[in-house]
């Protein structure tokens, strides 16, 4: 059985850090390209940021360009965010996506996420 | 940037009902479109890929169409268990989700 889990979430202030991590099982984790979605209270997804298998690729959003960074151990099964300069509007549930493949390249399982609050 | 345009974004229908939820997009995505089903406190759902396909263990009365720049999502008869909002993805360029439908039962 496929399953993410992600943990790391908390409570941090405006300008902190936090890390993210992401326990894949059920699969062969280091097959498959790998992504951060996120959720502000009330509102739509958004996607933050990819890697592929081998972390040869990595995009982010704009919104978090140049203060996240995606990384992953294929050794370990896991997928990590490293999260700096965070804001307000960082605060959000996190969730980890494993891309299907494909043409549309979906997502096809998805974490339970975790709580990110980010407030003074 | 691609624009996802989704509407509406609420609707409210009787059980049995047929619902369709569409979803534009601001350039051709082929059909790079992928439909996800979130209920309240869980993570989202992949139901369509592909803007046709039915992800494996998914109810027949969903289903999706289009191409280009433009899609629907219809759920043929609406179940009380059908309550959810829905999202549109495109997957063109980088991922990019429309607004939500949130479904309610009339």
């Known amino acids: 059985e496929v399953q993410l889990v992600e943990s790391g979430g908390g409570l941090v202030q405006p300008g902190g850090s936090l890390r993210l991590s992401c326990a894949a099982s059920g699969f062969t984790f280091s097959s498959y390209s790998m992504n951060w979605v996120r959720q502000a209270p009330g509102k739509g997804l958004e996607w933050v940021s990819y890697i592929s298998s081998s972390s040869s690729t990595i995009y982010y959003a704009d919104s978090v360009k140049g203060r996240f960074t995606i990384s992953r151990d294929n050794a370990k099964n896991s997928l990590y965010l490293q999260m700096n300069s965070l804001r307000d509007e960082d605060t959000a549930v996190y969730y980890c996506?494993?891309?299907?493949?494909?043409?549309?390249?979906?997502?096809?399982?998805w974490g339970q996420g975790t709580l990110v609050t980010v407030s003074s | 940037d691609i624009q996802m345009t989704q509407s509406p974004s609420s609707l409210s229908a009787s059980v049995g009902d047929r619902v369709t939820i569409t979803c534009q997009a601001s350039?051709?995505?082929?059909?790079?479109l992928n439909w996800y089903q979130q209920k309240p406190g869980k993570a989202p759902k992949l139901l369509i890929y592909d803007a046709s396909n039915l992800e494996t263990g998914v109810p027949s009365r969903f289903s999706g169409s289009g191409s280009g720049t433009d899609f629907t999502f219809t759920i043929s008869s609406l179940q009380p268990e059908d309550i959810a909002t829905y999202y549109c993805q495109q997957y063109d360029n980088l991922p990019q989700f429309g607004g939500g439908t949130k479904v309610e039962i009339k």
């Open positions: 350039q051709d995505i082929s059909n790079y």
């Open positions: 996506a494993r891309e299907q493949g494909g043409v549309s390249t979906p997502f096809d399982y």
